[in-house]
């Protein structure tokens, strides 16, 4: 079965510099939802979007900022980016629009290592 | 505001010997519960969760976790575990309050001992 697809899967980028994850979610998926893990941490909740509009916004940073496209998929651009900004970048796709008000069950790619030097 | 408590940061446990993980939820209404487990350097896979139903869920490696409304707990157990079960192992919440968003806990290492 299709999973999430995240790529890269690893990148490096120098401090101040900008960079951009994509996640493509499993087919006929309308949520991606956005989570950064740091080192040793638990994944915080970024940002998600339902139907190419933003949903809900987590512990974002104003450097970040995301779009959801007509085809579904997603990216997350960050700029000036700090070394505190290195962790692993998680994307999530549900499909949010079947059952609305209930929980539908998120499937997480397998990430995007950002490590900022 | 609801979280999700787990109180061990690293459990080690002997190769075949009994592992229970502990997560306890706070939440002023009805909440679906999960666990998830990730491998060192992978992504994080869903193990089990509870939505309704059966307050007992199972996943198919053998662990199985308990919903425990008085007690609010949600804990992981296995009764023989494996050097393959090492991983870390996220509990989360989600429920109308946070628009279904996962409220996660810190995260448990298991350490298996050979």
């Known amino acids: 079965a299709a999973g999430v697809i995240q790529s890269p899967r690893h990148l490096i980028k120098e401090k101040r510099e900008t960079a951009t994850l994509k996640c493509y979610p499993i087919?006929?998926?309308?949520?991606v939802y956005w989570y950064q893990q740091g080192p040793g941490q638990d994944p915080q909740f970024l940002i998600s979007?339902?139907?190419?509009?933003?949903?809900d916004k987590g512990s974002i940073p104003d450097r970040f900022s995301a779009q959801q496209f007509s085809d579904y998929h997603s990216e997350l651009n960050m700029s000036s980016l700090e070394l505190g900004d290195s962790a692993l970048y998680f994307c999530a796709s549900s499909s949010l629009g079947q059952s609305r008000g209930f929980y539908n069950e998120q499937f997480f790619g397998p990430g995007t290592r950002l490590t900022v030097l | 505001a609801q979280s999700v408590t787990q109180l061990d940061s690293q459990v080690p446990v002997f190769e075949e010997a009994p592992v229970e993980l502990r997560c306890n939820y706070s939440?002023?209404?009805?909440?679906?519960l999960f666990w998830y487990v990730q491998y060192p350097n992978q992504g994080l896979q869903l193990l089990l969760k509870y939505l309704s139903g059966s307050t007992l869920v199972e996943s198919i490696n053998g662990f199985e976790a308990e919903f425990n409304k008085s007690q609010t707990s949600f804990h992981l157990r296995k009764p023989s575990v494996h050097i393959s079960d090492t991983a870390e192992y996220f509990c989360?919440?989600?429920?109308?309050?946070?628009?279904?968003?996962?409220?996660w806990g810190a995260g448990t290492k298991l350490i298996i001992k050979p």
């Open positions: 939440s002023s209404v009805s909440v679906y």
């Open positions: 979007f339902y139907e190419k509009m933003q949903s």
């Open positions: 087919p006929r998926h309308d949520t």
């Open positions: 989360a919440a989600a429920n109308m309050d946070s628009n279904y968003q996962l409220i």
